[in-house]
């Protein structure tokens, strides 16, 4: 076959090499086989010196446009088969599948009771106060009202650190560090924090959860201490919460109160389902914080005084809050980090 018949003749055989080209790979290899550098076009070009050399310029140029079509060939099969391979995939791909998600941590529950009341007492005015969880004595009791060795100190089964150093056994040295940084009325301040303790059995954990609260201006009153408490446990239980006080003992307070909410389970009633309820254990009610009004002695220790200041002070266990809110009934469950418990918190 002469040079120019075999040049034309390279069109017609790649479109029928195309014609049955079905993936990207083969017609790679088309590609290489036509146009490269040892391929067809080339070998052809390598016998131009057999022409005569009038005919050289002609077959030249009759090379390239033979090049371009070849090129413009392979390029519309490599978008052909393109668009082939993406319609395959989208027919294996099922748009109605659950997608896969990744997984997600959530809140712990402690977590989420001890952010939601310190909103409803933001709302209320209260600023968040924090302090350490490796406390002085003089704080954590001293400035409280607790003489040495006054045997309220072993009501706390205190977890001792160093001589005049312990774990706070509870959240009230707060209180101390708020009004010592303020130096004066006025004070609101709700302070969430873990306290540690010597204990640990089936419904004690060494270290668990409080929330304190304090108020202190000049003419607090229990009455406002009522009214306060009041309207938190409506808006975190609901609105027809009551709310009693039993007369109690802190050394820091005084007087003392143990308050109880009406049982959320019964409201109050003290049966359930034709038995005595098994959450208020057919009382009625709940204990849920211990308060008071802040005792003068400890106004003293932070320099307040205690003839113009008055105020209020509580504290609050937030497991316990938790337990009633979400009806868990194990305390241990909150520690146990099992997350087919934690997952229904997210
Ligand atoms: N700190 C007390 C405890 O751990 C709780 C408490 C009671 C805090 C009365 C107070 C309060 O602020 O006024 O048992």
Redesign the pocket.
């Known amino acids: 076959m002469d040079l120019t018949a075999a040049l034309e003749n390279l069109v017609p055989a790649l479109e029928t090499g195309l014609a049955e080209v079905s993936s990207l790979a083969r017609l790679e290899d088309i590609q290489v086989a036509f146009l490269g550098r040892k391929g067809a076009l080339a070998r052809l070009m390598s016998r131009l010196p057999e022409l005569p050399a009038a005919e050289r310029p002609a077959f030249g140029r009759a090379a390239n446009a033979v090049k371009e079509r070849l090129a413009a060939l392979l390029e519309d099969a490599r978008l052909r088969l393109g668009r082939e391979q993406e319609a395959a995939d989208l027919a294996r791909f099922d748009p109605s599948l659950p997608g896969r998600l990744p997984w997600q941590g959530s809140l712990h529950p402690i977590t989420l009771v001890m952010e939601e009341i310190s909103d409803v007492f933001q709302a209320m005015g209260f600023e968040i106060a924090s302090g350490p969880e490796v406390e002085t004595d003089f704080h954590n009791f001293e400035a409280l009202n607790f003489p040495p060795d006054h045997p309220a100190r072993d009501m706390q089964d205190t977890l001792f650190v160093a001589e005049g150093v312990v774990l706070r ?4 040295p707060i ?1 101390v560090r708020a009004m010592l940084e303020r130096k004066g009325p006025p004070v609101a301040i709700i302070a969430p924090g873990k306290v540690y303790r010597r204990d640990s059995d089936l419904t004690h954990t060494p270290m668990f959860h ?1 929330i ?1 609260g304090l108020l202190v201006d000049s003419r607090v009153t229990l009455a406002e201490l009522r009214g306060v408490l009041t309207m938190f446990v409506r808006q975190l239980f609901g609105r027809d919460i009551a709310v009693r006080f039993r007369p109690s003992f ?1 050394p ?2 005084e007087p ?1 109160v143990e308050a109880d909410i009406s049982c959320i389970l019964c409201a109050g009633t003290g049966r359930a389902q034709n038995s005595p309820c098994r959450v208020c254990k057919g009382t009625g009610w709940l204990e849920i914080l ?3 009004m802040v005792h003068p002695n400890v106004f003293s220790a932070v320099g307040f005084n205690p003839e113009t200041c008055s105020g209020f ?3 609050l266990g937030v497991e316990r809050v938790a337990m009633l809110k979400y009806g868990i009934g194990d305390l241990r469950m909150f520690f146990e980090n099992d997350l087919r418990f934690l997952a229904q918190f997210s």
């Open positions: 056994t509870h959240t009230s209180q409080q304190e802190f820091f307070t003392s211990g308060a008071g002070a509580f504290g």
